[in-house]
């Protein structure tokens, strides 16, 4: 497996940031939860409005969706400067296909280190849920984790397409603006998509964030059942797989003219 | 007693000749085309092994569409092309697995060190990590930027950061190295230093192939290049064979008081005679490229023309680069 060839790579370059991300990845949750989750919630709860969320309270409701939001934002944000990084200013990825390395493997490489980040990423967040009591069960918590890591891998791999069309970072000013913060805040996390008109909600049930989001409760707070499991799952690895196709296309494109 | 079998199946003896005659890299009609724009034009090349191999010609010849082809990362679009006497296409990781590149451009990694640099790079090739510390360390000596070895790549010079790319080039112990324009945008003594260096490999068997546009950088490393221009080949030789079939051995360079080099030109060619094989005029002096450059100078000044310098110099490969790509600018 030519891939794996650059473990000492990417274990070389995370050495260099893990101190940070591990202390954000702790510290912006634990931000979100408070205001939102607790500060927020004591408003949402005293409203008794908890009907149209399940009858949860609005921190049991927000803290799970937290899972897919950051995943999300973590997955583009590692998809987009460091892919353009490495065609561009680094050429990084053009030094290793004079190697060994096929597209293929430079692509599987740079994606596993992104699973890498999404994992630890999650998993930070997880201890965080925990301790604001949100999770009442390690395997429903773990599986939240592993939809969090595949939601963020639907977001990473056609980042990586898009990223790899970019000649300048203008594009991604336009993608955090106009995709990002529109999916952070209508992605049924904070309040259920059905609250939206009708033709928006359905947009919002188009995005993989949504899917993950919903998931994401569903296993924390029960009450999942195997077809919701089946048609999110599903829907995720239908933009893994159609991402990956883009992704390689772009790639060779540009690494192979 | 017992006989080992395979020992009595006829040893395929390896033929030295075939060996050193089996060309390295071979190419026939190899093209190069982005959409509508043919980058390289149906070229013959074969490069032997222990070489080192020039291709020479303008911006915008061809020379790093064939490099990029060579080195196993851009598909021809057309023709046949073999290195080590496999097909790029098939097996690109095979083939690269045994070359080194030195890209024209700097790809060295600016988020890791400088013996970082060397030892991940090593890694790609499958070496294992003993092997990419010792090999990192060989390397850097091998460049003298031994101590150098800790520091980030920012705080390097161009120069430098050149040795570095060489060094990682070499990683693998490579029998080919690919260097595009290696010294490109390097002061005299970085230059200097890179090709003393190029030397040493190709003392050591490395078979070299670069493209260069600097008459000196050919004439100095190169057993034999081919010129481009315009994505075909338009020569072929030893700098001496070619100097000698598209220049004379020695060059005089006239210039006048006033500026009417280009009226001057007939009476010079009628004074010279044939002395001068060809007469060339520029704007602020005339080229008469003779035999003896001395005899040639000496007729004109006979004849009563008198330039106020008078350079005489021997042919270089510059003479022949300009007679057969031209003196037009290329952009």
């Known amino acids: ?257 | 007693m017992a006989v080992n079998p395979r020992q009595l199946r006829p040893q395929r003896v390896p033929d030295a000749r075939a060996e050193t005659q089996e060309p390295l890299i071979r190419a026939r009609g190899l093209v190069k085309s982005f959409g509508d724009f043919e980058a390289v034009r149906g070229i013959d090349v074969d490069v032997r092994r222990g070489e080192a191999f020039g291709f020479l010609g303008p911006n915008g010849a061809g020379k790093s569409s064939t490099m990029r082809m060579i080195g196993a990362v851009s598909p021809p679009s057309a023709g046949e092309l073999r290195v080590f006497g496999l097909d790029p296409v098939t097996h690109g990781s095979q083939i690269r697995a045994r070359i080194g590149v030195c890209p024209q451009e700097d790809t060295i990694d600016v988020e890791l060190r400088v013996r970082e640099n060397l030892v991940v790079y090593g890694r790609f090739f499958g070496l294992s990590r003993a092997e990419c510390r010792a090999r990192a360390d060989e390397l850097l000596a091998f460049v003298s930027l031994t101590d150098w070895a800790d520091a980030t790549v920012e705080a390097l010079s161009g120069g430098m950061k050149r040795r570095l790319t060489i060094a990682r080039a070499l990683v693998n112990s490579p029998r080919l190295l690919l260097l595009d324009e290696p010294t490109t945008g390097l002061d005299p003594q970085a230059r200097h230093l890179v090709w003393e260096r190029l030397f040493r490999l190709k003392q050591q068997g490395v078979t070299l192939v670069l493209t260069t546009h600097y008459m000196d950088e050919a004439e100095q490393l190169c057993d034999r290049l081919v010129v481009m221009d315009r994505g075909k080949i338009v020569a072929e030789g030893s700098p001496r064979a070619l100097i000698d079939r598209y220049s004379t051995r020695e060059v005089t360079e006239l210039r006048f008081a006033d500026d009417g080099h280009a009226d001057l030109a007939g009476a010079v060619t009628d004074r010279v005679g044939n002395l001068a094989a060809r007469v060339e005029v520029l704007p602020d002096r005339l080229l008469l490229y003779a035999n003896d450059g001395e005899a040639a100078a000496a007729a004109v000044s006979r004849g009563g023309l008198h330039p106020t310098s008078v350079l005489v110099r021997r042919s270089s490969l510059e003479d022949v680069f300009l007679r057969l790509t031209g003196r037009s600018l290329v952009d």
């Open chain 1, 1 to 257: 497996m030519l891939a794996l060839r650059q473990v000492d790579y990417w274990a070389t370059v995370h050495r260099r940031v893990w101190r940070g991300t591990v202390v954000t990845s702790f510290v912006v949750p634990v931000f979100y939860l408070a205001a939102i989750g607790v500060g927020l919630g004591r408003y949402v709860d005293a409203a008794g409005s908890t009907a149209a969320i399940g009858g949860l309270s609005y921190l049991d409701y927000v803290g799970p969706g937290l899972l897919a939001i950051t995943a999300m934002q973590t997955a583009v944000f590692e998809s987009t400067y460091p892919v353009l990084a490495r065609f561009i200013w680094q050429k990084t990825y053009n030094a290793m296909i004079a190697t060994p390395l096929r597209v293929r493997d430079v692509l599987v490489g740079h994606l596993g280190y992104v699973v890498l980040r999404l994992v630890t990423t999650c998993a930070v967040l997880l201890v965080v849920l925990a301790l604001f009591g949100v999770v009442h069960s390690v395997a429903a918590g773990l599986g939240a984790v592993a939809v969090a890591v595949l939601v963020g891998l639907a977001f990473a791999v056609p980042s990586f397409a898009f990223s790899a069309r970019q000649e300048n970072d203008s594009g991604f000013a336009l993608l955090y603006r106009l995709g990002l913060i529109p999916m952070f805040l209508f992605s049924g996390a904070f309040f259920p998509v059905s609250q939206l008109p009708a033709a928006i909600a359905w947009i919002a049930r188009l995005t993989p964030v949504w899917h993950g989001v919903e998931l994401c409760r569903a296993l924390i707070t029960g009450g999942v059942t195997v077809p919701a499991v089946v048609g999110h799952v599903g829907y995720l690895l239908l933009w893994v797989v159609v991402g990956w196709w883009l992704a390689e296309r772009a790639f060779r494109r540009r690494l192979e003219r």
